[in-house]
């Protein structure tokens, strides 16, 4: 084995080795989670030293500059104020999701109006229209980080991937016998997942376009589903009460998780793939154990459903949002309550932390989303303009751009 370079990757902090292995390029990472800007660097490398063998002597001084890169990015203050930029009428039917490419440099709508719309950011003009589907487009992702290729998901029972570049269409997938409501992308872009009203989800090939793996045993519509990051198990959310953990290569089911008494809202794993979260219609959010299925703690406190959870990029904390109008944020480890978000006035139906997990983001039906600092819970910012409920809103990579989606037909970009 030998290293041939060092990637930087700021959110969760970590370096990417490239190395050559039998003739061929590979990458690890070495995933630094609880990296703060107070911990000695010099023992930080020595301890990384240990572990894992490609770092020898000769690279300690090397890696200790990349360390120190990653706390100075950490230490830097966020004072950053968004300000309106421009509001684009995407859609003439109302919008049903928005996502970015990694470097937000793109985004895409979904709408009623059957299509897909990939948007420049910067200048909020057009780029591209995806047509063929026969029905709503309702589930939308770009294949980050690559961000060449774009997934939709359609109530006309079809997933269609499209090249982000020219917008030609390259697969259609067939097979699903009700909307498709949900779907990602497996790490690696290799893989495509589909989550359906018909109880089942799917995966299929992303390169020849067929059909790998039908995962059956929900016994009502699949509304939610995540990769874990290395891409080897798939966690689904169903209304029937239940989250299911797959195994990805065999498309066996290795757990089904049970304990809430009500439909899912949304699944998602952690960072370093040890935890699952899952919000639910029962009022609570509940964490599990990968490896093992157990339930380790039931976030408590909201007086509706949970309608949307989600950890921070390091997995350390969770962000909880519900039709009481209030959001939560809980830590991950001694599932504690930092801090209760008040202000909205109607439901909370999104919510998501920046990359540095210092913010949260929410979206509500009173109009409006806002922005909050994660220790204190003090409302830092109402992004204001739309006429009608807000139901999607997202930040780029980098933190400093973010797209609401609303039902008044329009998107909103804010710097």
């Not at 985004?107 to 009623?112: K, Q, V």
Request: hydrophobic share 35%; with cysteine.
């Amino acid at each position: 084995m030998k290293l041939k370079r060092f990637f930087l990757r700021y959110y969760p902090p970590g370096i990417i080795l490239e190395y050559e292995k039998g003739g061929y390029l590979r990458t690890k990472s070495i995933d630094l989670l609880d990296l703060t800007p107070e911990i000695n660097p010099d023992d930080l490398v020595a301890e990384i030293r240990q572990s894992e063998p490609l770092i020898t002597e000769s690279r300690a001084d090397q890696v200790k500059q990349l360390v120190i890169r990653l706390q100075q990015k950490q230490g830097q203050q966020d004072h950053h104020r968004f300000c309106f930029f421009k509001e684009l009428k995407a859609h003439i039917l109302p919008l049903t999701n928005v996502a970015f490419d990694k470097s937000g440099s793109r985004f895409i709508t979904g709408s009623y109006d059957r299509t897909c719309r990939i948007w420049d950011t910067a200048s909020g003009t057009e780029l591209h229209i995806l047509e063929g589907h026969r029905n709503v487009v309702y589930a939308i992702a770009f294949n980050n980080p690559f961000g060449d290729k774009i997934a939709t998901g359609s109530f006309d029972k079809t997933c269609k991937l499209w090249c982000a570049d020219t917008g030609k269409c390259f697969h259609t997938f067939r097979g699903h016998m009700a909307e498709i409501v949900c779907l990602a992308f497996n790490p690696q872009s290799t893989l495509l997942a589909t989550g359906s009203m018909d109880t089942t989800a799917r995966l299929w090939d992303v390169e020849t376009g067929e059909g790998v793996a039908t995962l059956t045993g929900h016994t009502a519509e699949v509304l939610s589903l995540c990769f874990n990051t290395v891409g080897n198990q798939l966690v689904t959310g169903s209304f029937d009460h239940t989250v299911a953990v797959w195994d990805v290569t065999s498309g066996r089911r290795v757990h089904t998780l049970i304990g809430h008494r009500g439909e899912i809202s949304n699944v998602q794993f952690n960072w370093d793939c040890s935890l699952i979260v899952s919000g639910s219609m029962d009022k609570t959010c509940k964490l599990w154990e990968a490896i093992s299925g157990k339930c380790v703690a039931t976030l408590v406190g909201h007086k509706e459903e949970v309608l949307d959870v989600c950890f921070d990029l390091s997995g350390q904390l969770i962000a909880t949002a519900s039709a009481d109008g209030t959001a939560r944020v809980f830590t991950a480890n001694t599932h504690q309550c930092l801090t209760t978000l008040k202000g909205h006035e109607g439901e909370i139906s999104k919510i998501s932390f920046n990359p540095q997990g210092t913010r949260v983001l929410t979206a509500s039906s009173d109009k409006t989303a806002r922005l909050w600092d994660v220790q204190s819970g003090v409302c830092l910012q109402v992004l204001e303009g739309h006429t009608d409920e807000i139901f999607s809103c997202v930040f780029n990579y980098e933190g400093d751009t973010i797209i609401t989606g609303s039902k008044d037909n329009t998107c909103r970009i804010w710097y």
